[in-house]
């Protein structure tokens, strides 16, 4: 699919999710529109505070349309949902299963996901070179998941173990994925502690450590030194499960990095505009240490 850039230099953007008041996404976009020159404003729809639930997607998607919007991002937990209610996808987001940013263009909405690159990217840039990849563990298979998985197996994961609480869910996606990788690469998990005991790494990709979602996706009593450990949650910065597995001794790395690089391919979902990862991630840095 083309890359869009409207004809004006002003941009309306927002962000669709629930408990959503602390995210950075209005910072991250509006520093960086500012620094290239241009007008943009970026707001929070968290449907909880709006006492919306998904049955009103059509409904904000109409008046956001409507409204002149250039576009939105999507989060928990509405980017498999969102799906019903575009025209059409990118050859990516279609393979996924789900959607993180949606375009607004001549009566049309076409979705996008940037979490599989920002995912990856973060991981290449923020894990040791040494870091195995040969057994992973992921907590989560919904529209967060799907794109961590994609991007897991897409860096060279042998065998991605999948522990969701919809063991449905968790079933489609393994196959999904093993249609896409190769038989055998992704597998639903039984038993967390015998896959965590022969993993080289753990995901977490729940709300699980999220602000309104306290709490870890995984005990404490499973993790080990030998693991890396990564959280797609940012804030907080540091979840439950990361400060855990820093006390055991993991290595482990937050969720800043996917936030900003997913951020980098929004915004030019938005705007039609390359955005400068370092400056977002400086900008990032600020924002936090102001929070």
Same mark, same amino acid.
């Given at each position: 699919? %083309?890359?869009?850039?409207?004809?004006?230099?002003?941009?309306? @953007? /927002?962000?669709?999710?629930?408990?959503?008041? !602390?995210? #950075?996404?209005?910072?991250?976009? $509006?520093?960086? !529109?500012?620094?290239?020159?241009?007008?943009?404003?970026?707001?929070?729809?968290?449907?909880?505070?709006?006492?919306?639930?998904?049955?009103? #997607?059509?409904?904000?998607?109409?008046?956001?349309?409507?409204?002149?919007?250039?576009?939105?991002?999507? @989060?928990?937990?509405?980017?498999?949902?969102?799906?019903?209610?575009?025209?059409?996808?990118?050859?990516?987001?279609?393979?996924?299963?789900?959607?993180? @940013? +949606? +375009?607004?263009?001549?009566?049309?909405?076409?979705?996008?996901?940037?979490?599989?690159?920002?995912?990856?990217?973060?991981?290449?840039?923020?894990?040791?070179?040494?870091?195995?990849?040969?057994?992973?563990?992921?907590?989560?298979? /919904?529209?967060?998941?799907?794109?961590?998985?994609? !991007?897991?197996?897409?860096?060279?994961?042998?065998?991605?173990?999948?522990?969701?609480?919809?063991?449905?869910?968790?079933?489609?996606? =393994?196959?999904?994925? =093993? /249609?896409?990788?190769?038989?055998?690469?992704?597998?639903?998990?039984?038993?967390?502690?015998?896959?965590? *005991?022969?993993?080289?790494?753990?995901?977490?990709?729940?709300?699980? *450590?999220?602000?309104?979602?306290? *709490?870890?996706?995984?005990?404490?009593?499973?993790?080990?030194?030998?693991?890396?450990? %990564?959280?797609?949650?940012?804030?907080? #910065?540091? %979840?439950?499960?990361?400060?855990?597995?820093?006390?055991?001794? =993991? %290595?482990?790395?937050?969720?800043?990095?996917?936030? +900003?690089?997913?951020? +980098?391919?929004?915004?030019?979902?938005?705007?039609?505009?390359?955005?400068?990862?370092?400056?977002?991630?400086?900008?990032?840095?600020?924002?936090? $240490?102001?929070?």
């Amino acid at each position: 699919m %083309t890359q869009f850039r409207p004809a004006t230099e002003r941009y309306l @953007t /927002g962000l669709i999710g629930r408990d959503i008041q !602390a995210s #950075l996404s209005p910072w991250l976009h $509006e520093s960086e !529109a500012d620094a290239q020159g241009i007008r943009l404003v970026y707001r929070l729809f968290d449907l909880a505070v709006e006492q919306m639930a998904a049955d009103d #997607l059509p409904r904000l998607l109409d008046a956001l349309q409507l409204s002149g919007f250039a576009g939105v991002n999507v @989060t928990h937990p509405y980017k498999q949902a969102i799906i019903a209610h575009l025209d059409e996808l990118s050859p990516q987001a279609r393979q996924i299963g789900s959607v993180n @940013t +949606v +375009v607004f263009r001549d009566g049309r909405r076409f979705g996008f996901n940037t979490d599989v690159t920002g995912f990856a990217e973060n991981l290449r840039s923020g894990l040791p070179p040494a870091a195995r990849f040969d057994r992973v563990v992921q907590m989560g298979a /919904g529209g967060a998941g799907a794109a961590t998985a994609h !991007a897991l197996l897409d860096l060279g994961v042998g065998e991605l173990s999948l522990f969701d609480p919809n063991a449905q869910r968790a079933e489609e996606l =393994c196959v999904a994925l =093993c /249609g896409t990788y190769g038989a055998g690469r992704a597998i639903v998990g039984q038993d967390l502690a015998s896959a965590a *005991g022969a993993a080289d790494g753990i995901v977490n990709a729940t709300p699980l *450590g999220m602000s309104g979602y306290p *709490g870890s996706a995984v005990p404490k009593a499973l993790l080990r030194p030998e693991l890396w450990v %990564t959280d797609i949650v940012y804030f907080p #910065l540091e %979840t439950q499960l990361l400060r855990e597995a820093k006390e055991v001794g =993991c %290595t482990t790395l937050n969720g800043s990095g996917m936030t +900003v690089f997913q951020a +980098v391919g929004a915004f030019e979902h938005f705007t039609g505009r390359k955005a400068d990862p370092a400056r977002m991630a400086d900008n990032f840095r600020v924002a936090r $240490e102001g929070a």
